[in-house]
């Protein structure tokens, strides 16, 4: 059956990692005949301009038909004073909820080669690979009441950190089974010394962690996790947490490889349909330069092939492919450490070689 891809490349060196990735992507369909048809739409600020909206109706039409989104970077100065409901940014949230992406996977691995890009010690950082496993459409980002109330005296803001039951099972089950195809290892992350809500979801996890008895639960407090990613980063092998601490770690998490340019992430809903993105943002201060890294876009092309289009080997074949471009020394501006840099534009031919070699 036709799959569909909704390509969003978005603002700023959203835009320029997205071309690589695509001519990666067509190069693999006429490959391996794949079955898929794309269309690409704006989002984010370039939809803000074109319509006055940052995800227009029929944006998130077509998102809802897709089998897999592959979305770039929203954002920029020029939209910074725009009202909430205006901003790029809330194209992003406004896809996450409406297609109920609720399951956030965020890997953060160091390629060796790369760790003096690092701000680490090397022996603390070598091998790490964390999977941070982040709830995307609970919590505090969206529990009701929210406001601000500007006539009493003072005025205030509120919001509300809020899980029911079902929310914390359906993302720790994602992360119970993630640890089983890895190393066996979760760590919950919550404030269970101060907020109900975290102690609910510390004990509703322990209680689900007996139907998982091949995984070693541990819980950890979000300030000691927060200290821990720096201090040892190795302990960790999954880490799950809800929608706010999930954000902050995984900035830690993804900061620790020295090179935000190279992180992947999914988003998934519970059919396994999902949005594909960088963890890095649109960068206006390099954008139009044609020096981004396209890995993590790449990469994100990746996960969309493994987790939404079942196209397992491809997806390796890429993951082989980019590992091997580091191997052989290929560097973009981001993490080269002698000045000799290949540009954005120049990567998905070298990505193309190395698969069609293998
Ligand atoms: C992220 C970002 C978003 C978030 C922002 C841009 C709304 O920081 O994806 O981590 O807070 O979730
Ligand atoms: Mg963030």
């Not at 077509?62 to 770039?72: M, P, R, T």
């Not at 909820?97 to 690092?118: H, I, T, V, Y």
Request: charged share 25%; proline share 4%; aromatic share 8%.
């Amino acid at each position: 059956m036709t799959k569909k891809i909704l390509v969003l490349p978005g603002d700023g060196i959203g835009k320029e990692v997205m071309k690589p990735t695509i001519s990666i992507l067509s190069f693999l369909i006429e490959k391996y005949n794949l079955d898929y048809v794309i269309s690409e739409m704006n989002v984010g600020g370039a939809a803000f301009d074109e319509c006055g909206s940052p995800i227009p109706n029929d944006v998130l039409e077509e998102a809802k038909v897709s089998d897999a989104i592959l979305f770039g970077a929203v954002g920029g100065e020029k939209w910074d004073n725009l009202t909430w409901e205006l901003r790029p940014e809330n194209a992003l949230l406004t896809l996450r909820k409406e297609l109920n992406l609720f399951a956030n996977l965020r890997p953060a691995f160091l390629f060796n080669d790369l760790s003096n890009a690092s701000p680490l010690k090397k022996e603390i950082i070598n091998d790490l690979d964390i999977l941070i496993v982040r709830e995307l459409t609970g919590g505090i980002y969206f529990g009701e009441p929210r406001g601000l109330v500007e006539d009493k005296d003072p005025n205030y803001a509120f919001n509300t950190m809020i899980y029911d039951e079902n929310e914390i099972k359906r993302i720790a089950k994602i992360a119970f089974e993630s640890a089983q195809k890895r190393n066996g290892k979760l760590c919950s992350v919550d404030k269970a010394n101060v907020l109900e809500v975290s102690k609910f979801w510390r004990s509703v996890i322990t209680e689900m962690s007996h139907n998982y008895p091949d995984v070693e639960l541990t819980h950890q407090l979000a300030d000691n996790a927060a200290m821990q990613l720096v201090l040892d980063p190795n302990q960790f092998d999954v880490i799950v947490s809800s929608n706010l601490f999930g954000d902050i770690l995984s900035d830690i998490a993804g900061t620790l490889t020295g090179s935000i340019g190279m992180l992947p992430s999914a988003s998934l809903d519970n059919s396994f349909k999902g949005m594909y993105e960088p963890c890095h943002g649109s960068a206006p201060d390099i954008a139009g330069y044609d020096v981004a890294n396209p890995i993590a876009m790449i990469s994100s092309l990746s996960m969309a092939l493994k987790f939404s289009l079942d196209e397992q080997e491809i997806s390796s074949k890429i993951d082989t492919a980019i590992a091997t471009f580091i191997q052989k020394g290929f560097r973009t501006k981001d993490i080269t450490t002698d000045n000799n840099f290949i540009k954005t534009s120049e990567v998905a031919d070298k990505i193309i070689d190395l698969i069609d070699y293998e």
